[in-house]
């Protein structure tokens, strides 16, 4: 009981030591403290999940929160880069490959990179000879990749919903390249709905879970197909998915014109304010045309919510948002899907300024 009670008591203290580090932009202090990790006789598997990933979460928690600016998240996180990469070069990390050869990628238009280079690190720990492409990796480029060098499977990762559309055409064109597809990443949801929905061979929450399932027993080789996206979505043959993200740019300026024509409130922001409103306005049509993608109300409306969260912690008035859905499925009258998805997100958070009212 007392060797737990100190490890525990000492992992506490690293994670400690690891934040402020990172926070202060040491990375010299940063890859001390992880080295000291490894001394003190941390599994270098522990160091990356365990004191690495959770600095990493706790970045996003206190960005969310307004404690951290964009700018201080980013230097962070690129701490947090430089030393994951110091980590796979210290003498304890080396292991010859002799599970096999897979490919990590973020899918096209995904820049968090750090999850999948967490995924790489753990694979490597465990033998597998890994080729990590990092983030946003145009899918065209990613094929040729996996034809050059024929991996055993490629892991996709893809944190940011929008992207879904984007890690479904990676999916599909690794698949008919004849290679097996492993998805992880916020991205997929937390229990891997929207991988299934996609057509991914697997799915996995965390690096240990995704290098579990590829030392089982998962096929080596793929017979290609005639398989199309459309085929796993047949819902999309309404064309609602398709005349919305088309129609984007349009309807996120129409919405901010007649947004400030019913909140008056918008006649005092400033330039910067009023820019802040339109890219709002932006990533609430991007999440529309991905929930009509997925035909899941609830990806939009878990959206809206952590939107309104967020405007909150930065004293941002979170009234607008109704008009501004109101707004929006005025314009898309007659499109069945997106009013569903739309009414279910103001339903939402109606019931949640009531439970803030409680």
Avoid at 69 to 85: D, G, K, M, W
Avoid at 261 to 275: E, H, I, L, N
Avoid at 295 to 305: K, Q, R, S
Wanted: net charge negative; proline share 5%; charged share 20%.
């Amino acid at each position: 009981m007392t060797s737990q009670v100190t490890r525990s008591a000492t992992k506490s203290e690293a994670l400690e030591r690891l934040w402020g580090a990172v926070i202060d932009g040491d990375e010299y202090a940063a890859v001390g403290t992880v080295f000291a990790a490894l001394d003190d006789g941390f599994a270098p598997e522990s160091v990356l999940l365990e004191l690495i990933a959770r600095v990493q979460h706790r970045i996003g928690t206190e960005w969310a929160a307004n404690r951290l600016t964009v700018a201080q998240e980013h230097a962070a996180t690129a701490i947090n880069e430089r030393v994951i990469a110091a980590l796979a070069h210290h003498p304890s990390c080396r292991r010859t490959p002799d599970a096999g050869r897979v490919t990590v990628a973020c899918v096209d238009g995904e820049w968090h990179a750090l999850p999948a280079r967490l995924l790489a690190e753990v694979l490597r720990l465990q033998g597998w000879q890994v080729d990590f492409l990092g983030a946003q990796v145009p899918t065209p480029h990613l094929i040729a990749h996996l034809h050059q060098h024929g991996p055993d499977a490629v892991a996709l990762s893809c944190s940011i919903p929008t992207r879904l559309p984007t890690a479904h055409a990676a999916i599909t064109a690794c698949q008919a390249a004849g290679v097996y597809v492993l998805a992880g990443g916020a991205a997929f949801g937390p229990d891997g709905r929207y991988a299934r929905l996609l057509g991914a061979d697997a799915w996995a929450p965390d690096a240990q879970s995704a290098a579990q399932c590829l030392s089982g027993d998962f096929p080596r080789v793929r017979f290609t197909s005639n398989h199309q996206p459309i085929d796993d979505l047949p819902h999309l043959a309404d064309q609602e998915f398709t005349m919305v993200s088309r129609s984007a740019a349009r309807l996120v300026e129409t919405t901010v014109g007649d947004l400030e024509r019913r909140f008056p409130a918008m006649a005092g922001y400033t330039d910067a304010q009023r820019q802040h409103t339109v890219e709002d306005i932006a990533h609430i049509v991007d999440f529309l045309a991905t929930a009509l993608y997925t035909d899941d109300d609830e990806l939009f409306t878990e959206f809206v919510i952590w939107t309104a969260g967020i405007l909150s912690a930065r004293g941002v008035p979170t009234e607008s948002l109704d008009p501004a859905l109101d707004l929006l499925a005025a314009q898309l009258r007659d499109f069945p899907r997106t009013q569903r998805i739309i009414s279910a997100a103001l339903t939402a958070l109606t019931d949640t300024k009531d439970e803030q009212r409680v």
